[in-house]
T-cell receptor, first 114, second 110 residues
Framework: DGGITQSPKYLFRKEGQNVTLSCEQN?????MYWYRQDPGQGLRLIYY???????QKGDIAEGYSVSREKKESFPLTVTSAQKNPTAFYLC?????????????FGSGTQLSVL | GENVEQHPSTLSVQEGDSAVIKCTYS??????FPWYKQELGKRPQLIID?????GEKKDQRIAVTLNKTAKHFSLHITETQPEDSAVYFC?????????FGKGTSLLVTP
C-alpha cells in the first residue's frame, strides 16, 4: 500500500480554477485508476489507464482529464467544467494480470471548493 | 456498464454476533469479486476476494460466498469485534476496472 503516493492530502479550488492531483506508484503496476468518493455513494470510476499513453473514461469522466506519460504517474486534473468537485479522490493501481487483480489504493486527496 | 447493488447501507451488531452484507451485480461477464474495508479517513483495504470459478472462500472470521447463477455474493463476518467497525465495499469486475457498491457502515457495539 505504501507504494502509491497521492499529493496533496488536502486541496482547495477557487471558482473557475483547474487543479491537478498527483498520483505516483513504484509497484511496477501496469494499470492505474482514479475514483471519486462521496458520502453514501461508494467509489465511482473517473478514468483508468492500462498502459502508458492510453486511458479510458469511466462512469463520471465529465469535467476531468488525465495523462499517462510514464508508467509510474497518473495525474488527474479537475477542470472548471466540473461544477461539483468537492469529494475524496482515490488513486489506485494493479498488476492487471489474471490471478493478481488486487487493487492497491493511495491515501487519497480531499478536494474542497473555496 | 456493471451495476453493483449493496445491502444494507448500515448494520449494527453486538460484539460476538455475526454480520452479513449482500451484493448483486448485473454483468454476467464479471469474474472477480473483492471486498474492501475502509476505516474513517483511511484508504480502502482488501480483506478478501473470490473469483468466478469458486463458490466460497474463508479466511479466519471472514468468508465470502458467490452464486453466479443468481449474480449475488455475500460477506460473512463471524464473532464480530469492535475493531470490525468500518465501511465495507463490495465490487465486481466485468472488464478492466472494478465497479463498487455504495458501501455498508458496520458498527459493532461492545
Amino acid at each position: 500500500d505504501g507504494g502509491i503516493t497521492q499529493s496533496p492530502k488536502y486541496l482547495f479550488r477557487k471558482e473557475g480554477q483547474n487543479v491537478t492531483l498527483s498520483c505516483e506508484q513504484n509497484l511496477n503496476h501496469d494499470a492505474m485508476y482514479w475514483y471519486r468518493q462521496d458520502p453514501g455513494q461508494g467509489l465511482r470510476l473517473i478514468y483508468y489507464s492500462q498502459i502508458v499513453n492510453d486511458f479510458q473514461k469511466g462512469d463520471i469522466a465529465e469535467g476531468y482529464s488525465v495523462s499517462r506519460e510514464k508508467k509510474e504517474s497518473f495525474p488527474l486534473t479537475v477542470t472548471s467544467a466540473q461544477k461539483n468537485p468537492t469529494a475524496f479522490y482515490l488513486c489506485a493501481s494493479t498488476k492487471q494480470r489474471a490471478g493478481d487483480e488486487k487493487l492497491f489504493f493511495g491515501s487519497g486527496t480531499q478536494l474542497s471548493v473555496l | 456498464g456493471e451495476n453493483v447493488e449493496q445491502h444494507p447501507s448500515t448494520l449494527s451488531v453486538q460484539e460476538g454476533d455475526s454480520a452479513v452484507i449482500k451484493c448483486t451485480y448485473s454483468d454476467s461477464a464479471s469474474n472477480y469479486f473483492p471486498w474492501y474495508k475502509q476505516e474513517l479517513g483511511k484508504r480502502p483495504q482488501l480483506i478478501i476476494d473470490i473469483r468466478s470459478n469458486v463458490g466460497e472462500k474463508k479466511d479466519q472470521r471472514i468468508a465470502v460466498t458467490l452464486n453466479k447463477t443468481a449474480k449475488h455474493f455475500s460477506l460473512h463476518i463471524t464473532e464480530t469485534q469492535p475493531e470490525d467497525s468500518a465501511v465495507y465495499f463490495c465490487a465486481a469486475r466485468p472488464g478492466y476496472a472494478l465497479n463498487f457498491g455504495k458501501g455498508t457502515s458496520l458498527l459493532v457495539t461492545p
